[in-house]
């Protein structure tokens, strides 16, 4: 599989964004999908996963409550809803996949989109 992320861009803080991830390929059911951040100067961070079925979602204490993961299978899609943005929030956001693993480390996860940047002004 092949990951395109899209819809970063610039927001005022407190605004929300939608960030999507395509994938090609038939197989997209059968990978856990997730999404990382890399702030500047930063190590690249999870935010949150989905499970195989879309069943289970697990987020990051830092985006809990804030950001939401879902994933739409007939459209190979899974997004990031971004809601109550923060300076902090500004990075590049990369989505994920892996077959095999629920993971949160960087390392899980076999594929990986190009990156969709991320600014929020205060």
């Known amino acids: 599989v092949q990951l395109q992320a899209s819809g970063g861009g610039l927001v005022q803080a407190g605004g929300s964004l939608r960030l999507s991830c395509a994938a090609s390929?038939?197989?997209?059911?059968?990978?856990?999908m997730a999404w990382f951040r890399q702030a500047p100067g930063k190590e690249r961070a999870f935010l949150a996963r989905?499970?195989?079925?879309?069943?289970?979602?697990y987020s990051a204490d830092s985006v809990k409550g804030r950001f939401t993961i879902s994933r739409d299978d007939a459209k190979n899609t899974v997004y990031l809803q971004m809601n109550n943005l923060k300076s902090e929030d500004t990075a590049v956001y990369y989505c994920?996949?892996?077959?095999?693993?629920?993971?949160?480390?960087?390392?899980?996860?076999?594929?990986w989109g190009q990156g969709t940047q991320v600014t929020v002004s205060s």
């Open positions: 989905i499970s195989w079925s879309g069943s289970t979602t």
């Open positions: 994920a996949a892996d077959r095999t693993r629920l993971g949160t480390r960087e390392y899980e996860y076999d594929v």
């Open positions: 390929g038939r197989t997209f059911s059968s990978y856990v």
